[in-house]
């Protein structure tokens, strides 16, 4: 592809009904990377759009070389585009960036630059002045991004930024599904690039269109950060999450259980007015924590079995050789 030679920069852009940015973020992005004099190619993923958005992408390949565009048959999300385009990018640096024109391309060169000479793993944008309503985005991402800080150890300000840069074995080393494009760097991470630097990048209005994130994100946020959490320590041994748990729940209904049992014997065997096990809450509760650690370390077994068969159980990234 493009006459053979090595592709230096894969420019990676998952849209939905961005019909109106299309021809402006090309000629913005051509006049941002072309100063660079080096190879490179854009992706553009059509994720099911149902405006002109495709019959832009055919126009714009057939005009400029670099472009290849992929259109799904239906809208499958912004993770999905960004996996399929990932998984086609040949550039040494992998570049990601929303279609809107929100993101700017003339962050390219540095990016491409942080990759190269800093040999980061991965550059994360970070949009410190942020063109985007205070109460749907702006708030609520200070909070997301805070939390996500804590709980991954990862010090991004803008963890689900669209403008990302890449090494190109990162992202051909990760899965991106469902909604998880919020936390690439975690996936990132997990997979062992531990180098993932943040670059302050300039950030606009929405010029055309609108936002295709609504509130349901507020509840999808957080759970797919458990999972992410979750799966980062657990997917190669779930039993040690469910077992642990298990074993806590058994030792707390065991103790409740002994203490029901001495209390009974002892009172009977001194005369001492007694109440029947079932009328104290002791009793149901020692029941519960039973019954729930049971479920705990079936749970286990499960999940034990379910990563036996994972194609990714035996998933192992070789840094280096000596042969
Ligand atoms: N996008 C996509 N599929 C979707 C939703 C969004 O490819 O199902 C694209 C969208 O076209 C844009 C990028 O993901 O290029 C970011 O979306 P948006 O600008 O709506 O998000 P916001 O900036 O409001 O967080
Ligand atoms: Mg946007």
Redesign the pocket.
């Known amino acids: 592809m493009n006459n053979n030679k090595k592709i230096d920069i894969s420019i990676v852009?998952?849209?939905?009904?961005?019909e109106q940015s299309l021809v402006e973020l090309v000629e913005w992005i051509k006049r941002s990377v072309e100063p660079l004099m080096c190879n490179y190619e854009i992706i553009m993923?059509d994720?099911g759009s149902t405006d002109n958005s495709w019959k832009v992408i055919t126009e714009l390949s057939q005009k400029h070389k670099e472009i290849k565009g992929i259109k799904f048959i239906r809208?499958y999300?912004?993770s999905a585009?960004l996996q399929v385009g990932f998984t086609h990018a040949e550039g040494e640096v992998v570049i990601t960036m929303?279609?809107?024109l929100?993101d700017s391309p003339e962050e390219i060169p540095e990016l491409y630059r942080m990759i190269k000479e800093e040999n980061f793993d991965v550059v994360s944008g970070w949009k410190l002045k942020r063109y985007?309503p205070l109460i749907s985005?702006r708030i609520p991402s200070k909070i997301y991004n805070f939390v996500v800080r804590k709980i991954s150890g990862i010090y991004l300000h803008d963890m689900n930024c669209?403008l990302k840069a890449y090494k190109n074995i990162v992202v051909k080393s990760i899965e991106v599904y469902g909604e998880m494009h919020r936390y690439i760097p975690v996936l990132a991470k997990n997979a062992g690039f531990k180098r993932i630097g943040e670059k302050v990048v300039k950030h606009y209005e929405?010029k055309y269109g609108?936002?295709?994130?609504g509130v349901e994100r507020f509840i999808r946020g957080p759970l797919d950060l458990m999972t992410v959490m979750f799966i980062t320590h657990f997917s190669k041994r779930p039993m040690h999450f469910f077992g642990v748990w298990g074993l806590i729940m058994f030792f707390l209904g065991g103790v409740l259980t002994v203490y029901l049992l001495a209390e009974k014997v002892y009172k009977s065997l001194n005369n001492l007015p007694t109440r029947d096990v079932t009328d104290k809450p002791h009793f149901y509760l020692a029941i519960a924590a039973i019954i729930i650690g049971v479920q705990l370390f079936l749970a286990g077994f499960i999940a034990e079995l379910i990563s036996r068969t994972s194609p990714e159980r035996n998933k192992y990234i070789i840094e280096k050789k000596t042969f």
């Open positions: 852009i998952p849209l939905f009904n961005e993923i994720d809208n999300g912004k585009a929303d279609a809107d929100q985007d985005k669209g929405r609108t936002s295709k994130f």
